[in-house]
């Protein structure tokens, strides 16, 4: 016997509708023992948020600002990531020194410019991931004098595929620690009395 398909109802969608976005639920509250996949931004559950090398800096800046991110990663024109364009890239130094070298005005500045490339990105294993600590990568942070850091995978083919991304803003967050003072401390004593006060 043949089973009959009706259709189902359509109906034009609303104006001012929005898509839905993944969403990774990490806890709130992690302690420096706890596994370090409880701090990381899993790119298999959220959306990365990127941008294109040619994009100008206050593009940029605005994308990040809409997305409440601190970090876009930097595609180029094949979807191969290259670069990282972070806040502290926007707001920092980097544009007063390409002004200075290049000349140009703050508008003249481009995405590619001032953001870490490819070349200059370090990443994290996503197997060394699985078995580490969230204080492990405190203390990869804290050492690189980093505020972020990717994690990448290997496919079977060899290449690598950003897979993840830690923030040391977030881990303060979720170990509750105020944020300025523990991108400050240095030593994980310092550390574990910034995140004791709070």
Known sequence: ???????LQSSLLKAG??????????????????????????????AVVSVRA???????????????????????ESDQVAGLLT????????????????GGTHADIMVRDIMTTQRELEVLTS???????????????KKSHRQHVLVASAGTDGKQAVCG????TQIARQLGAQVQSFEL????AEIE??????
């Open 185 to 188: 401390a240095h030593t994980f």
């Open 54 to 76: 040619k994009t100008s800096m206050d593009k940029a800046n605005a994308k990040m600002i809409r997305y409440g991110v601190r970090t876009l990663l930097v595609l180029d």
């Open 87 to 102: 806040a502290s890239d926007v707001l920092g130094e980097k544009p007063m020194h390409f002004l200075q070298n290049m």
């Open 1 to 7: 016997m043949i089973k009959e398909y009706g259709p």
């Open 193 to 198: 009395a910034v995140i004791a006060r709070g």
């Open 165 to 168: 991304l830690f923030s040391l």
């Open 127 to 141: 197997e060394d991931v699985q078995k580490a600590q969230v204080g492990e990568i405190v203390a990869t942070l």
């Open 17 to 46: 509708s929005s898509f839905m976005r993944p969403v990774q639920k990490l806890p709130e509250r992690v302690k420096l023992s706890d596994p370090a996949t409880n701090v990381m931004t899993d790119l298999s559950k959220v």
